[in-house]
């Protein structure tokens, strides 16, 4: 069992920054695929990015690429979520999910494939 615990969400202007955290439980944390996934009002939940497990490949959505970083620190069993240069679309519920397996690495871009979700953080970007 993995348990995840988002942080660091509010509210920000546009062209602005903030760091979403994700501290998991579990001594295994290292082991896992970490992604962030987000959620807008009346909207599916979509993909943001994820690092996987064990090379540590990154996958970004075209909306976060060249804006958003991914990393993690294992010895913390955190992830985090580095948003710069942030737009009123990226408005939404930010949420961390973990998942241990996946057919082919792209797959981790599938929502269905995380085993474990964090209760969202909210991120709201003002104009």
């Known amino acids: 069992q993995v348990q995840l615990v988002e942080s660091g969400g509010g509210l920000v202007q546009a062209g602005n920054s903030l760091i979403l955290s994700c501290a998991a439980s579990g001594r295994t944390f290292r082991r896992y695929t970490m992604g962030w996934f987000r959620q807008a009002p009346g909207k599916e939940r979509e993909f943001v990015t994820t690092i996987t497990w064990p090379s540590g490949t990154t996958f970004y959505a075209d909306s976060a690429k060249g804006r958003f970083t991914i990393s993690r620190d294992n010895a913390k069993n955190t992830v985090y979520l580095q948003m710069n240069s942030l737009k009123p679309e990226d408005t939404a519920v930010y949420y961390c999910?973990?998942?241990?397996?996946?057919?082919?690495?792209?797959?981790?871009?599938?929502?269905?494939?995380?085993?474990?979700w964090g209760q969202g953080t909210q991120v709201t970007v003002s104009s």
């Open positions: 999910a973990a998942g241990d397996s996946a057919p082919y690495s792209g797959a981790w871009l599938n929502k269905n494939n995380y085993a474990y």
